[in-house]
DNA sequence: GTAATCACG
DNA sequence: GACGTACGTGATTACG
């Protein structure tokens, strides 16, 4: 049979629907012999066996294809900029399938298409248009709603996995309407799925007795006015346009040009043999036999998994147990030539991921230059390629010769720059922030990626740290070479473009190595171990956001800065003089032990308190209580180390950090560097300059905006206390944030029993404090401390609180029973916080209970500020404004002056939004916002 | 390399 | 009843 006419019938499959359900309904399934995800394959190909096998009878389609979606952006984007926008990204142990189910069709004989800029839905519709006009029946296979406008006249669905058929009867169950009024009820009730708008307050129901009563969308729209309910009418008069334009973004389009003909699309019966090949190469054992069985033919030798027959039969796969085993340098590879680099990337296609790793001159990503970038397809088979590496010697002056046997940088770029940009292909990196930022200096966007620092993050947080030595011993059973044996240390340190090509390749492909081998191992326990969704909302997608901020960097005046150094030092000079006149002799003042000395000893000052060191402590608390008392010493001492610290730490040593080429400070954030998901910020710091001073604050004057720009900063109102007030469920807490009371105060007024208006400040200062010392994990002896109390008075405001908060309490032991049972705590959003030492005894206990109870408060607010910045970049797409910093519970921008009303309203927008939906707190979040040509007037 | 100190949320 | 603590970070300096 080849023309398609009268008596026949077409099977339109829709692909792309099919491998989503797939994938999210079977287990993460991997192959054996290498741990690449085919889950959603194998549910594809048994979905299609399936369908083959059930089509032999007197109903047998004559016409079959399978459809997918193709390219991420359609002519819907151009109607609508937020289309579909709300997606999240492809979970990354999807992506590399992608392909698979598309090798898999043609594995099957059956038409396989897809078209550049169109959905699937679109070629549906263009087929079953074109197959009802020529006379023949249409079934089409997916179970997706916006499919459903095509049924009747000969047109019907077909839920594969229900097993149900839908014709327009089922279609008018569902929508209330008859298949030819679908689009309207669609337009009107929106879809949260796609991000359609439709008219709000809206949903099927209504929308389909609007629909019945004025027959049409035109007419309803036309005659809204009639409409009886006051704030349906408006809605509809007010949304006319929004509700127009949702109707264009749900309507298929059924004249999609540049597809293969309808008469092209007739049943073949499969080849045997490149079936049982394709689903060999799979490993899918009893598919493979049973459609052996099915077929007539010899199913091809599979042999037990996990035998060593097993990885011999599967070509050059790994050894059995290679993931721990098997390190070996011989078997690494170095590339000079555009041959063997091709053969790599042929690999790499067939595997549909990569291992990589960059080499290079330094550690700063802003002035490192590439050396060398590793890859690796399967463990054991990793490879090196040379690109910027020197001849040891070089002459007096330093100057090196390039080293021989290299690629020129720019053609083994080239070669790899579509590899590395393939949406089908995903790189692998342990830590790769790093590698992005390098390669996108050489004009190299890195995406998708994988990150085995994060996997395990996500894992075990709170464990031990995530570097890949830690990892590689841990769960390896490996040490990798030491850097420091490559590039040496201390002053005979060399940079890794000096080291020899034979020496680097050892090192740099056994890092991809081991970094491909993890991936291998943490792919799968992500799920396992319920930390998926954080790994894939919560961390992987961080990742090209923090690059781009960190890219971006934020300008410093060097002169201010240098001024306030000049200033500084003066003052320090001065009171030095003076401490050392009080102390009648010259001293460092900056030494803590010598301090300790002139205080306690030849001064002889009472409260000398020597610690386990056997040094006196000299800490702020202490020389505090000291000045209180009338000494001037230790006063004069606290104001030289405040001002000691603004210089070395800031004034002086930020100006260090003001990158030569762009000017600005470029920060580096350590994703998973703090326990509970909050960022670290490092090289330099720029998560504690200063705020609190009014001195400190003048540094913050540095932090300036470029010429026409304001700097623009938004922060979280009271995020910790908000969350505590949601995660403990207490209602006065929650009652008092909806109502948008000074929540202290608020404390302050259920405690005392004072009322609001003309409260002593001193009794909200209190109730501040405890409110603080909650989300810390209260005790008496810290609350004394912090407000400088005797310690029974904290106890007694400790147990008054608990008396009027007991949610609080009950909160404080559930949270720690739960860690004691579980060795863990969770935020809102499931990340996982490890507590190894809470069933410590002694004072270790203490610390872990308070570190409990502590991080799921912090982890949520972590996470919550990590799902905005995530949103942000769509958010402020087209927008002359860019985000740069992230202090925490603050992001900070640089805008185009005419733009920061907007940026405002549309990140605050995010921010406040940020917990849904995967969260509905019973609290606002709400976000305070400011601008100005610095950093300080922004706040 | 570690301890003490102090900057931030 | 004693232990000895507020939670989470990073940079700098002194000192062994």
Redesign the pocket.
């Known amino acids: 049979m080849s023309g398609f006419g009268k008596g026949c019938h077409l099977h339109l499959i829709d692909g792309s629907a099919f491998i989503f359900r797939a994938f999210h309904a079977l287990p993460p399934l991997t192959r054996k012999s290498d741990g690449l995800p085919i889950g959603a394959v194998s549910g594809f190909c048994n979905m299609i066996f399936k369908m083959v096998e059930d089509n032999r009878g007197p109903d047998a389609p004559t016409h079959v294809a399978v459809i997918f979606d193709k390219g991420s952006h359609t002519f819907r984007n151009d109607l609508y900029d937020k289309y579909k926008a709300n997606r999240d990204e492809m979970p990354e142990d999807l992506r590399p399938q992608i392909p698979l189910t598309r090798e898999a069709t043609r594995a099957f004989n059956i038409a396989c298409i897809e078209l550049e800029g169109f959905e699937a839905d679109d070629i549906i519709a263009t087929y079953a248009r074109e197959a009802r006009e020529r006379g023949g029946r249409v079934t089409i296979i997916s179970s997706d709603k916006d499919l459903m406008q095509l049924v009747g006249g000969g047109v019907e669905m077909f839920d594969a996995m229900k097993n149900t058929r839908l014709g327009p009867e089922e279609v008018e169950a569902k929508f209330g309407v008859p298949p030819d009024r679908v689009i309207d009820v669609q337009a009107l009730a929106g879809d949260s799925v796609d991000n359609i708008p439709g008219a709000p307050g809206i949903g099927i129901k209504t929308a389909a007795q609007l629909i019945n009563e004025y027959g049409d969308l035109d007419t309803l729209l036309a005659r809204a006015e009639e409409i009886r309910q006051p704030k349906r009418r408006q809605t509809l008069i007010e949304f006319a346009d929004q509700i127009r334009l949702s109707r264009q973004l749900v309507t298929l389009d059924d004249s999609v040009e540049g597809l293969e003909p309808l008469d092209d699309l007739d049943v073949r019966e499969p080849d045997a043999e490149a079936l049982m090949a394709f689903l060999s190469q799979m490993e899918f054992r009893t598919l493979t036999r049973r459609i052996a069985e099915k077929m007539g033919v010899e199913a091809p030798e599979m042999p037990e998994p996990g035998s060593a027959a097993a990885a011999a039969a599967a070509g050059d796969a790994p050894e059995p147990a290679a993931l721990k085993a098997g390190f070996d340098a011989q078997g690494y590879q170095t590339v000079s030539d555009r041959a063997a680099l091709d053969a790599w990337i042929t690999l790499i296609r067939e595997r549909g991921h990569v291992a990589v790793d960059t080499e290079t001159t330094s550690l700063d990503e802003m002035r490192a230059e590439l050396v060398g970038i590793s890859l690796a397809v399967e463990p054991g088979s990793a490879c090196y390629i040379p690109l910027g590496h020197v001849t040891g010697e070089g002459d007096l002056l330093g100057a090196a010769e390039r080293a021989p046997g290299q690629m020129a940088m720019d053609e083994a770029l080239s070669m790899l720059k579509p590899v590395l940009e393939d949406d089908a292909i995903l790189k692998i990196g342990q830590n790769m922030k790093y590698d992005m930022k390098i390669l996108a200096r050489v004009g190299i966007d890195v995406a998708p990626i994988a990150d085995t620092m994060l996997m395990s993050y996500a894992l075990h947080a709170g464990l031990h740290g995530h570097g890949m030595d830690t990892l590689a011993e841990r769960y390896l059973n490996h040490t990798p070479i030491p850097i420091k044996s490559i590039l040496g240390s201390g002053k005979a340190q060399v940079t890794f473009d000096r080291v020899p090509i034979a020496e680097a390749t050892a090192y740099a492909a056994e890092d991809a190595d081991i970094t491909l081998r993890l991936w291998m191992l943490f792919a799968p326990k992500l799920g396992a171990e319920h930390v998926a969704t954080v790994y894939e909302t919560l961390e992987r997608p961080l990742v090209p956001v923090l690059a781009r901020m960190e890219m971006a960097g934020v300008k410093v005046d060097r002169d201010h800065l240098s001024r306030m150094s000049n200033a500084f030092a003066q003052k320090m000079a001065q009171l030095e003089d003076e401490i050392q006149s009080l102390a009648g002799r010259k001293f460092?003042v900056?030494?803590?032990?010598?301090l300790?000395e002139i205080l306690f000893d030849e001064m002889s000052l009472a409260g000398g308190k020597k610690?386990?060191?056997g040094?006196y402590?000299?800490?702020?608390d202490?020389?505090e209580e000291l000045a209180a008392q009338g000494h001037d010493l230790p006063a004069r001492v606290?104001d030289w180390?405040?001002i000691?610290?603004?210089k070395?730490?800031y004034t002086?040593?930020l100006q260090g950090h003001i990158h030569p080429e762009t000017g600005r400070v470029h920060t580096s954030y350590?994703i998973s560097?703090?326990?509970?998901g909050?960022l670290?910020?490092?090289?330099?710091?720029l998560?504690?300059?200063?705020?609190?001073?009014e001195e400190?604050r003048r540094i913050r004057e540095a932090f300036v905006a470029e010429k026409g720009n304001v700097l623009v900063s938004l922060?979280y109102s009271q995020i910790e206390l908000r969350i505590l007030a949601h995660i403990a469920g207490i209602d006065s807490l929650k009652q008092a944030f909806q109502d948008g009371l000074d929540i202290h105060a608020m404390t302050a007024s259920e405690m005392f029993g004072v009322p609001i208006e003309g409260m002593d400040p001193m009794v909200r200062r209190q109730a501040k404090?405890?409110n603080?010392?909650v989300?810390?994990?209260?005790?008496?002896?810290?609350?004394a401390?912090?407000?400088r109390i005797p310690r029974d008075q904290a106890r007694d405001f400790i147990d008054r609180y608990f008396e009027r908060f007991p949610g609080i309490r009950e909160y404080m032991d559930e949270t720690v029973a739960f860690a004691k049972d579980t060795g863990h705590v969770l935020t809102l959003f499931g990340r996982r916080i490890h507590t190894p030492e809470i069933g410590a005894k002694?004072?270790r206990a203490?610390?872990a209970q308070?570190?409990a109870i502590?991080?799921p408060i912090?982890g949520t607010a972590a996470d919550i500020i990590r799902r905005a910045m995530i949103r942000v970049p769509r958010a402020i797409e087209g927008l002359p404004a860019r985000m740069l910093l992230q202090?925490?519970?603050?992001l900070l921008f640089e805008v185009e002056e005419g733009a920061a009303e907007e940026t405002i309203a549309r990140v605050r927008a995010v921010m406040e939004a940020a917990a849904e939906p995967a969260v509905r707190l019973d609290v606002p979040l709400t976000v305070d916002a400011g601008r100005g040509p610095n950093w300080a007037a922004a706040h």
């Open positions: 460092n900056g030494s803590p032990k010598q300790g610690g386990k060191t040094a402590g000299t800490g702020a202490v020389l606290l180390r405040q000691s610290k603004l070395s730490t002086d040593a350590v560097g703090a326990t509970t909050r670290a910020s490092t090289d330099p710091n998560q504690n300059i200063p705020v609190r001073t400190g922060d404090a405890i603080f010392g989300i810390y994990g209260i005790s008496a002896f810290g609350l401390n912090n407000l002694g004072p203490g610390f308070r570190a502590n991080a912090q202090v925490h519970d603050e």
